[in-house]
């Protein structure tokens, strides 16, 4: 069983278009459909999840009522996750990642409060990356390597990949052995660029609000039967 999953929960808007309704209505049904497939992924084993809830474009460049709404749907599914049963039950530690410098003050306190909450359950981890971009992270990794180095606390000879990851906002956890994508698209769109070098992919046709248990299935069992060779 894949340790570690990424989800990159793509078509809500294109969902609610096809259902004649208002693209939020579509963000409503995707944030429902979230905690049934965490509630999925738990059951099966995994230890790691990460989440792709906003990208940095998203954060930047949605319309105002579109990016306000999106981020109270984060802020409403963190105090939920931390009041919820399954958080306890499988001891899971939330952590949200991103550029939170773009995120309204509330939602960041909330995003704190559940983080200390959870800091000591080790059975799961959840990442929600937010505001979230893989170049991005990889610049934050590249400026503290400069600073350790101006610090004198590497020589940059001795900078390998192994290290470099203590810099990246997933230090701690393993790289996704699994990332499924919703909606029939066939990109990776800035998720986790440096940690899903060997990862497979998984990218299924139906809307996010329309993803079903079969569909998560199937990705699983994709994964199953690939060799993974991690490029040797």
């Known amino acids: 069983m894949p340790v570690h999953i990424g989800i990159i929960p793509d078509g809500n808007r294109r969902w609610a278009r096809q259902m004649g309704l208002n693209p939020?209505?579509?963000?409503?049904?995707?944030?429902e459909k979230v905690k049934e497939v965490l509630k999925w992924i738990w059951n099966l084993?995994?230890?790691?999840?990460?989440?792709?809830?906003?990208?940095?474009?998203n954060c930047l460049y949605r319309n105002e009522e579109e990016r306000k709404h999106l981020l109270d749907l984060v802020k409403r599914g963190l105090v939920e996750l931390v009041n919820s049963e399954e958080v306890y039950k499988y001891g899971v530690r939330i952590r949200v990642v991103g550029k939170l410098d773009l995120v309204p003050d509330e939602v960041v306190r909330v995003a704190k409060e559940v983080e200390e909450k959870t800091k000591d359950f080790s059975e799961r981890n959840l990442y929600i990356a937010l505001c979230y971009g893989g170049r991005q992270e990889i610049l934050d990794g590249v400026r503290k390597v400069a600073i350790a180095v101006k610090n004198g606390e590497i020589e940059p000879e001795h900078i390998t990949e192994e290290n470099f990851r203590k810099y990246l906002y997933t230090a701690d956890i393993p790289d996704p052995d699994l990332v499924i994508r919703t909606s029939g698209e066939v990109r990776i769109s800035n998720f986790l660029l440096w940690q899903i070098a060997y990862s497979e992919l998984y990218f299924c046709d139906a809307y996010w609000p329309d993803f079903r248990k079969i569909?998560?299935?199937?990705?699983?069992?994709?994964?199953?039967v690939r060799e993974r060779r991690f490029g040797r």
């Open 24 to 31: 939020i209505e579509g963000h409503e049904h995707g944030y």
């Open 215 to 224: 569909d998560f299935w199937r990705a699983v069992r994709s994964y199953q």
């Open 45 to 57: 084993g995994t230890k790691v999840a990460t989440i792709y809830a906003m990208s940095t474009e």
